[in-house]
Structures are given as C-alpha cells and as structure tokens.
C-alpha cells in the first residue's frame, strides 16, 4: 500500500488510539479527533485522503460530521462509518449523510485494514451517486425484523464478482490484442463492466460496495493494463455522466470506433 493520511473521529479514547496505532502499522499517518467539531476543523487544514468516523458521538454524530463536509464542500474523501450498532437504519442514515462505506465496531482489526487498503489504493474517491440511490432505495425495502445484519449483506461479493469476471473475459477474448492499450478502450471497458456489476448487484450490500466489485473484477482478470484502471476510477462519477461511456456499457464490448455513437459523431 502507498502512503497516505487517514482522520480517526471517535469519542471513546481506547478505540480511537487502538486505531491509530493500526494505521500507523498499515503504513498510514494517522490524525486524531474526539468530536466532529474538532474532525472537521482538520479535514479544512490538511485534507485527509480518508476519514473514518464513529457514528454515536455525544453532541454531533458522525452523520452530523460527514453530513457538514457535503454541505461545506469538503468532502472530496471517502468516509467510512464506525457504528457498534449493526441495524438497517445505520445503513439507511449513513447513506443518506454522504457515507460511502460501514465498519462494526469491534471486528478483527484485519477488516479495517481490508477496508483501508481499498478505498486507499482503489482510486475511487466515493460511492457513486446512481450506487448511493440503488444502495438506499434496497436498504429502504428492507423490514427491520428481517434485517441480518450489515456484514451478512456483504458475503456474496466473491459469487459477484467471478461471474462478472466470467462474462467480461469472454468478451475480451473476441477483441485485438492490441485491446486496452489506449485510454478510450479502457473508458469503455470501465462503462461494460460497471453495467454487468449493476446487473449482479441486488442487495444493498451489492450496491454499497460497487467500488470493491469493479476493482476486485480488474485485480483477477489480471490484464496487463489493469494498472492504470485506478486513475480512471479516480473519475467515475465524471465518467458516468457522458452519454457515451453509457452507451458503451449496454453491448458487449468492441473497438470503441465501431460502436454506434463513435460513428455517428455523439
């Protein structure tokens, strides 16, 4: 992992230096808050390249936090809550404050090194916005009593993403080999695939961890331009936006300058 500056926002002193001590140990300077007044007060100054937050703080909470970084225009990080309560409503109100991920409080500290490692190496700055909407509308037909809990939603991603895999392998195989190599190819590549990740994704586990999936497909098809995939993630959301990049998501893939909005100068 490269270097790189996390903010740790949490009221209860033990957890937050335990914490500290795990990301100065993942290769992470570690900056410290024990309230989002204070949090926010950092992330102004020296513009962390994550922020995890605790989620039940006296006063404002961590969606008050997250919530006041949208609002100033602060946010260009990704957020992951900390929450030791694991219900659907922490789901439902972190998404809505600008939260792009979850923790449990007291898990294996391996789990916040898998989500650090991600969201620091990953390129992806947030849950995009169409995500965000998916992942809340699933989230909000969820009854409590049935809820099982925010990990338990996250445990099908390995099926999801080897059938991902499966199906834009095959794809490419039917491409040049030259395929890849120039910039457009890999835009229209990252627009195929995030239309196959939508495609799998169901519940708002699925949904939350959209970002995860599209790496994880990159990571195990192994190609040899894969490297480059993360300054592209980096812009997803500005990607997503152009007509093209969703038109070129809808059919299989094929040289970008045979698709129908190429020819037809859109």
């Not at 792009?100 to 989500?115: A, Q, S, T």
């Not at 229209?188 to 939350?208: H, P, Q, T, W």
């Not at 993630?233 to 190429?262: H, I, M, Q």
Request: aromatic letters at 10%; proline letters at 4%.
């Amino acid at each position: 992992m490269k270097g790189g500056t996390i903010l740790l926002v949490d009221d209860e002193p033990v957890v937050l230096h335990v914490h500290a001590a795990a990301v100065k140990h993942f290769g992470f300077e570690a900056l410290i808050a024990d309230n989002a007044h204070d949090a926010t007060k950092i992330v102004r100054a020296q513009r962390p390249d994550l922020v995890i937050s605790d989620i039940q703080m006296p006063g404002e909470g961590g969606f008050d936090f997250i919530e006041g970084l949208e609002r100033c225009g602060l946010k260009n990080m990704p957020a992951i809550y900390l929450t030791g309560y694991d219900d659907i409503d922490i789901v439902r109100g972190g998404l809505r404050a600008g939260g792009d991920d979850f923790i449990i409080k007291g898990g294996p500290v391996e789990g916040l090194r898998r989500r650090i490692a991600f969201w620091m190496v990953s390129g992806f700055r947030e849950l995009p916005s169409d995500l965000r909407t998916r992942a809340l509308q699933a989230a909000n037909n969820i009854k409590g009593d049935s809820f099982g809990g925010i990990e338990s939603n996250f445990s099908g991603a390995t099926t999801l993403v080897t059938s991902v895999a499966e199906k834009i392998s095959a794809e490419l195989k039917k491409l040049p080999a030259h395929y890849g190599k120039r910039k457009v190819d890999r835009i229209c590549f990252m627009g195929r695939l995030s239309n196959l990740v939508i495609k799998e994704s169901d519940a708002f586990g699925d949904y939350v961890r959209f970002p995860e999936h599209m790496d994880s497909v990159v990571r195990q098809l192994d190609l040899p331009w894969a490297k480059n995939m993360n300054v592209l993630f980096k812009r997803f959301e500005a990607w997503s936006c152009d007509t093209r990049f969703v038109l070129a998501g809808v059919e299989p893939l094929r040289p970008f300058n045979t698709y129908d909005w190429y020819l037809k100068d859109i």
